[in-house]
């Protein structure tokens, strides 16, 4: 398993941009696939993106294709997420996560897990 420590979230305004950043401690950082969830109040958890271990191939939600960008720097251990043209439907508490599996965007098969960050987007 790997440590993931999440940080970046705030509290912003419709429109505003946000940089989440998830920090990871172990060995063999490269060989995880990562990915970020949400989770808002009374919903379930949702994936949001995700990027392999090249960085070469990534994914994303519908609701959030064209507005975040996951990138990672294996030489510094670190994943991010570029949050752009935020809106109060992205209010929620933000994880970063890490699998061994390529290609899944459920949250069962991610195995470490960050505490979160919250992003909450309120005029």
């Known amino acids: 398993q790997l440590q993931l420590v999440e940080s970046g979230g705030g509290l912003v305004y419709p429109g505003d941009s946000l940089r989440l950043s998830c920090a990871a401690s172990?060995?063999?950082?490269?060989?995880?696939?990562m990915g970020w969830f949400r989770q808002a109040p009374g919903k379930e958890r949702e994936f949001v993106a995700g990027?392999?271990?090249?960085?070469?191939?990534?994914h994303y939600a519908d609701s959030v294709k064209g507005r975040f960008t996951i990138s990672r720097d294996n030489a510094k251990n670190m994943v991010y997420l570029q949050m752009n043209s935020l809106n109060v439907e992205d209010t929620a508490a933000y994880y970063c996560?890490?699998?061994?599996?390529?290609?899944?965007?459920?949250?069962?098969?991610?195995?470490?897990w960050g505490p979160g960050t919250q992003v909450t987007v309120s005029s």
């Open positions: 990027i392999t271990w090249s960085g070469r191939s990534t």
């Open positions: 996560a890490a699998t061994k599996n390529s290609g899944l965007t459920d949250p069962t098969h991610f195995g470490s």
């Open positions: 172990g060995r063999a950082f490269s060989s995880w696939v």
